[in-house]
């Protein structure tokens, strides 16, 4: 977190000697704001149970395998692997800049960070917990019981502290800083003229109505193959699982493009390996647009301005399990 | 690598002023030393390449999968998870340390590290690639060419370069100043009087024949069930399977005691949980001792007086596959 304070400092200085005030421009773009300041307790916490391959059922899938922050915040596979090695149903969304979006999860059904982080603990298909269980794991650690009362001043943990505190990390892990985020603050260099004409196609081609904001994307839901239908054989309906409307069937929350570059495969099926490719069929499905090689490239290119500092994780020491802690079962029913 | 260089700076100063030689002692396990310095631009390439999961053929494992460094080093499982969710056929044991191991593997098939980080890589039954899959994969990524071009000064990416990479970050995962190490180095408050009647009792009813040295551990082969055999459903035969030696049946390399709180479960089948537990056992089957319960508790206090500093290890950020990179497969035959 001292990173981000010295930069912040730093940039607040240089804006100071540049006369440029941050934020003040006119681009439905906005750059990633620095993460505000948490309780470092709580954060340490949720690093560790973020970390943790103890909250699931095999003791070997934690948050990172499928949030891995040494890979853009995903695990760069179409679908993810779960419990038993279960193949999942959509490909799994980043970690890093997540709390910047409107809900979690592809169809939105998690208003926020706290009510998704319970999700994959409890789900067969994946970490195969329950929420009963990760606590009496919990509980039974003697350095976790002491973090949690020092952290929520309470005699026991509940799923609510635990989705707390995970949420509390994740909430730090932003990626301020990208190339395009310099530019949009005033440094003319920090794009390419190729990144440059992307960013325009971007706005001019129509891109930016979904993509916009901080985290380009995360502020609404849209219809996945508008102008021309998407074809894939993952069975997701998105939205219409949540709301029951026939209207909000292929309906998809829309994917940040923050550290696209880190993320791929693309779409909600994660069927396409490729940035040039993801670009071709969006600009054709949603735009009805035909981009040509060299605008492809550009847009790309912006694409690639948009990788910003990952946050420093220092790996966390978890806590041993004590003799009364529950043994992970990977290999029994 | 600064902070072990400042704790050596420390503990110079310290032994400086109350004029106690290091390693003086004669005792028969001797302090964990500090790392060598090494190359740091070869250590990060080798830190990348541990944490990769794209050595895998799912593109969902790597070498910190089962030699997790939030947890001893190992993954806390009976035996590990393989490709497909394979049940490997014995522990996993703990990397930190490993480098002062006589041999690596519970049977001591290869002689360093070097030869040891190339095997989990092709074996079926772990991460399911090959080499030649694993070069081909890291030439396709422009920033992993960058760094070994940087490192071995060669235009072409070898297995060797890779698995010496590996084993460069590997050698730096060291845990100095244990309880017992700075007690060991002069420090007579850093151990509890029941780990000291504990370090009496190791020493005195024969443990420390197999457990000596610095890793308490690690140079010998042994016969796992010496006075009762050993009752484990495990079809390892150790030793034998290297030499072809009958005699040689039942042995494995003595596991080092370093940071063991962290590292269970315990022995090559993984099946014991506790160490009290294990306690019991290795006195009964390798000593032919019945330990009482104040003597069991006495050396598993001594036990966990061996969990060192555990390195500080920032989580690698690792470069993004290329267009041209061959995709993971955790699916496919």
Same mark, same amino acid.
């Given at each position: 977190m001292a990173r981000f304070k010295a930069h912040t400092l730093v940039i607040a200085l240089a804006l100071a000697c540049t006369g440029i005030a941050y934020g003040? +421009?006119?681009?439905p773009v906005e750059p990633i704001p620095y993460p505000e300041a948490g309780d470092p307790a709580k954060i340490e916490l949720g690093k560790k149970l973020f970390f943790d391959p103890r909250l699931s059922k095999s003791g070997f899938?934690?948050?990172? +395998?499928?949030?891995n922050l040494s890979t853009g915040g995903s695990d760069n596979l179409a679908t993810s692997i779960g419990d038993r090695w279960q193949q999942g149903p959509i490909n799994s969304p980043t970690v890093l800049n997540s709390s910047l979006n409107m809900a979690q999860f592809w169809d939105g059904r998690a208003g926020d960070l706290r009510e998704q982080a319970g999700g994959p603990i409890a789900n067969p298909m994946e970490m195969a917990f329950t929420h009963e269980l990760a606590i009496e794991l919990l509980a039974s650690i003697p350095q976790y019981v002491d973090e949690f009362q020092r952290v929520y001043d309470k005699p026991e943990i509940t799923i609510d502290e635990v989705t707390d505190a995970i949420a509390a990390f994740e909430e730090v892990l932003v990626t301020p800083d990208a190339p395009f985020d310099l530019w949009l603050k005033g440094d003319e260099t920090a794009l390419s003229d190729q990144a440059l004409a992307g960013y325009q196609l971007f706005k001019t081609s129509g891109c930016v109505a979904c993509h916009n904001g901080p985290n380009l994307g995360g502020r609404s839901f849209q219809k996945m193959g508008l102008i021309e239908p998407y074809q894939t054989s993952n069975p997701a309906e998105g939205r219409v699982a949540v709301t &029951?409307? @026939?209207? @909000? $069937? #292929?309906? #998809?929350?829309?994917?940040? !493009? $923050?550290n696209v570059e880190l993320t791929y495969p693309y779409f909600h099926d994660g069927a396409v390996d490729t940035l040039a490719e993801a670009v071709d069929i969006m600009g054709r499905l949603q735009l009805g647009r035909h981009y040509s090689d060299e605008e492809n490239a550009q847009i790309v290119a912006f694409l690639k301005? !948009?990788? &910003?500092?990952?946050p420093e994780i220092v790996l966390p020491i978890l806590p041993p399990s004590s003799d009364a802690t529950p043994r992970p079962t990977p290999f029994e029913d």
């Open positions: 003040q +421009s006119n681009e899938i934690s948050c990172n +395998s499928c949030h &029951g409307i @026939d209207a @909000d $069937r #292929f309906s #998809f929350k829309v994917p940040t !493009l $923050r301005s !948009l990788t &910003g500092k990952q």
